[in-house]
C-alpha cells in the first residue's frame, strides 16, 4: 500500500510523517516523533494529488511501534475532528487513488 507523505502539528512544532492508512474517520501514520494519547494534532497533506494543501484535526487515539521493512517505527492513529462533505469527497479520492499505488507518494 502507498504511503503518504505529510506534516502533523503538535504543541506548536511541526514534524513529518507518512499517512500509512486514512478513512474518513481517521488515519494511522509513522513518524519519529509520537504525540501522546488524546492529544490534538493538525496534519497538513501537499500532493500532487490534489489542488490545495488538505488539513486535517483530530486527536491521537492510539499509540503504537509498528514493524516495517526499515525496523521498528513509531506509529498512531487519530480520529479526525469534523468531516465537512467537502473533506469526505477528498479522503475518498485519496484512498481511491492510493489503493491502487504501492510506492510512496511525496
Not at 37 to 58: A, F, H, M, S, Y
Amino acid at each position: 500500500m502507498a504511503q503518504l507523505k505529510c506534516q502533523f502539528t503538535f504543541s506548536g512544532v511541526s514534524h513529518e510523517a507518512f499517512i500509512r492508512d486514512i478513512s474518513l474517520n481517521g488515519a494511522f501514520l509513522w513518524s519519529t516523533f509520537v504525540p501522546a494519547q488524546g492529544c490534538d494534532v493538525l496534519i497538513r497533506l501537499e500532493t500532487p494529488l490534489l489542488k490545495n494543501t488538505l488539513v486535517l484535526e483530530g486527536k491521537v487515539v492510539r499509540t503504537d511501534r509498528t514493524p516495517t521493512d526499515r525496523g521498528n517505527e513509531n506509529a498512531f492513529a487519530i480520529r479526525f475532528s469534523h468531516a465537512s462533505a467537502e473533506l469526505i469527497v477528498l479522503i475518498s479520492k485519496l484512498v481511491s487513488i492510493v489503493s491502487q499505488k504501492s510506492d510512496p507518494i511525496v
